[in-house]
Each structure stands twice: as structure tokens, then as C-alpha cells.
């Protein structure tokens, strides 16, 4: 969610005080929201220009190569198109997402694209602070009941015809409020997917195996799928229209709307 946080704030931001609507403005903003970026160009159309003191902006495009939109975790390509937007400049909010909902008069929509290089993202998944980041999602999401696991090391490998795999060195917690890792769980995942609907990413073909041990088709067959449905719990609804995978990126294309909080 951090992610959404940061780039829909810097469009927002395109509305100063003075009622100046500038490239420029966006383009610092982002500067400032994100940790780095290399190259960042932003257009924007706004006619009459003087609508911006309304809350109202016709489009804004933006390109960015290299950015960092927090610590360690770098996007070779992002690039944004949105549909007009229209905000409550008196009530502008955004420290977070439920915030910029409530400034919203419309939804607040466009196309993203974006490329990911394999390198990029394990060096990310070596941070100790995504890692840790990780970790806590994990945790909160496995039952109670259910033994708990430390990340020893985790990556990923792109490859050919829409594949990627997945490589996870775990330790069990014999006791889960005690410093006690016995056992080291080896996990290593591939699969296929394709994109269904928009709404869901389909599993092709996957395959597995736990400490060198083959993992049962029937097993792997449990995970079929992934629906992005769960964003909209948040106010963000998200159509896939492209995602492909060579060895070296992931390409994605993605319309993306943030809906007015009601």
C-alpha cells in the first residue's frame, strides 16, 4: 500500500497554493516522495489553466526510469496516464490512501506501465527492511495454530514464455516467542501464469519442491489462482491488461482507479 501512497500523493500535489499548475511541480514533488529516481519527465494538460485553483486538472503523463519509491527497491520503467481529476483542494489529504480517497470528488484513474529487471528485485529481497517488511506480513497472515517461519533467503528467477520461480530458504521457530530455529526448510516454486479477465492471475503448470522433495501435483494445485479483488477492500480497483515475463523483466500494464471515499 506504501507504493500507491506515495505516487498518488505526488499527483495530488500538483495543486499549489498559489494556483500554479507546472510540470515542474509534479516532478519535484515525486522527487521528494520518493528515495530516487534517474530520469523523470512529467507533462501536464490543463485548459484554462486557472481550473487548477478548482481542484481540477485534465491529464497528467508521467515517465520515470530507475525510481526508487522506497529504500531498496528499485523500478527500471514506471510510467503514468491518468483521466482528469477533480479533488476538494480544502480538504486535500495525503498521508495515506483512505486520506486521498476523502479529497476525491471522482475517481481518480489512469494507465500504469511498468518493468521490473530480475536483478532489481533480489537485490530488494536481500534488504533487511523489506525483508522485515515481509516477515511481518507473513506472521500476520498464518494461523496461530500453524508453526512459524523466519526468512533465511528468498529471490526469484525470470524465465522464458511467461515462467517465474520462486526460491525460499526458511527456519521453523520450535517455540515462536523463543529464539529456537531447528529445522531449515528448502522451497523452491515455478509456475507459469496468464492473465484472466483482467481481474486475476491464472497458475499454469506449477511445479515444486520442499528440501529436494517433489511436491504433488494435487498439492500445488491448491493455488491456482490470485484475484486482485482484495484491493478493492481499500478503494483501488485494478484491471491487468498485460503481463509478460522473459528472463531478464516483467513487463505489466494496468489501469488502475482510486475511488472517492463515500
Known sequence: MEFFTVFFSSLLMVFSPVGLVLDTVVADAI????????????RIDNTPSYQSTQGRIDRVRIASRGIEPIEDFRIEVLELETDSIDININNLQTQNIQGIRQSLR????????????EGDINR???????????QKTINSIVPEQVPKFRILTLCVEFKPKDRLGIKV?????????????????ALNLEAGFKVKDGR????????????????????????????LAFLEGQGIVTRLLKLKVDEESLALVSFIRLEPLK
Open 31 to 42: 522527487r521528494s516522495q520518493v528515495n530516487d529516481v534517474e530520469e523523470l519527465a512529467v
Open 200 to 227: 486475476s492471475i491464472q497458475v499454469l503448470d506449477p511445479r515444486g519442491e520442499l528440501n529436494n522433495k517433489t511436491l504433488s501435483k494435487k498439492f500445488l494445485s491448491r493455488f491456482q489462482q490470485f484475484d
Open 124 to 134: 530488494a529481497l536481500k534488504s533487511d527492511k523489506i525483508r522485515e517488511t515481509l
Open 169 to 185: 530458504k526458511l527456519q521453523q521457530l520450535k517455540n515462536f516467542n523463543e529464539e529456537n530455529f531447528p529445522e531449515i526448510i
Open 106 to 117: 471522482k475517481p481518480l484513474q489512469g494507465g500504469l506501465s511498468l518493468i521490473l529487471k
